[in-house]
């Protein structure tokens, strides 16, 4: 089971980085990939708890499993640390975009895409969205100003649409909503899978001590399970 727990949680983690990857350019605190980070390292550290908890009752040693439970607890305590950095983080969420993403729109260049323009086109894309609030507010850019054709870029024209120009003058063609409310959307949910992760699996050590420790009681309160185990017999 923890080894399966482990899986997960390193997936959930990988998932994190990728889609930061995708929207860095609207968050500019790298320590918000600190959850994600701990939550990998959990994972990581918990293939290797899995293999001492399974020798560990399988042999019935007594050490081992006072090991394995003493590890689990540290593993849980840095799990709840997670859980309440990515609550923190999520709350942080809204500020940093908002302080973030007028500067990347204002980087915008259609004709010469760089890393800002990749990523506002993607996210214009993959979010059905156009603008900051909405696709009014290219008039404000750069990029619109310098191109003087009262034209957005092409990523903001609705999937199903064909022909689509960009131009202004056919606002039916562009999405309406804005790009900003929905990237902080995103990575709120982002931030909740780690969560849920987290506390999921925290709930599975949880589980994973208990037993532990009902053998323990069982090998120090039953001398007859203790003989049994070590080949001894009662006179």
């Not at 975009?97 to 086109?121: C, E, F, L, M």
Request: charged residues 15%; contains cysteine.
């Amino acid at each position: 089971v923890l080894q399966a727990a482990a899986g997960i949680l390193c997936y959930v983690g990988a998932y994190v980085f990728i889609t930061y990857d995708d929207y860095d350019h609207f968050f500019e605190d790298v320590y918000t990939l600190i959850p994600a980070v701990i939550i990998i390292a959990v994972g990581a550290l918990l293939f290797i708890i899995g293999l001492i908890g399974c020798c560990a009752t399988i042999r019935e040693s007594r050490c081992g499993l006072a090991t394995f439970v003493i590890i689990l607890l540290l593993v849980f305590v840095t799990e709840v640390a997670v859980v309440v950095l990515g609550y923190i983080y999520r709350a942080k969420v809204e500020d940093e975009v908002d302080h973030s993403i007028q500067k990347v729109y204002n980087k915008y260049n259609g004709t010469n895409p760089d890393a800002a323009s990749r990523a506002i086109d993607y996210i214009q894309r993959q979010l059905h969205c156009c603008g900051i609030h909405n696709y009014y507010d290219w008039k404000n850019t750069t990029w619109f100003i310098e191109a003087k054709n009262n034209s957005v870029p092409l990523s903001c024209c609705k999937a199903n649409i064909i022909n689509c120009t960009g131009t202004l003058s056919r606002p039916g063609d562009l999405y309406s909503e804005g790009c900003e409310a929905l990237v902080v959307k995103k990575l709120q949910e982002i931030m909740m899978y780690v969560i849920w992760a987290a506390l999921a699996f925290a709930a599975i050590q949880m589980l994973g001590m208990l037993c532990a420790c009902v053998v323990l009681c069982r090998r120090s309160r039953d001398p007859a399970y203790e003989l049994l185990i070590t080949g001894g017999t009662y006179a």
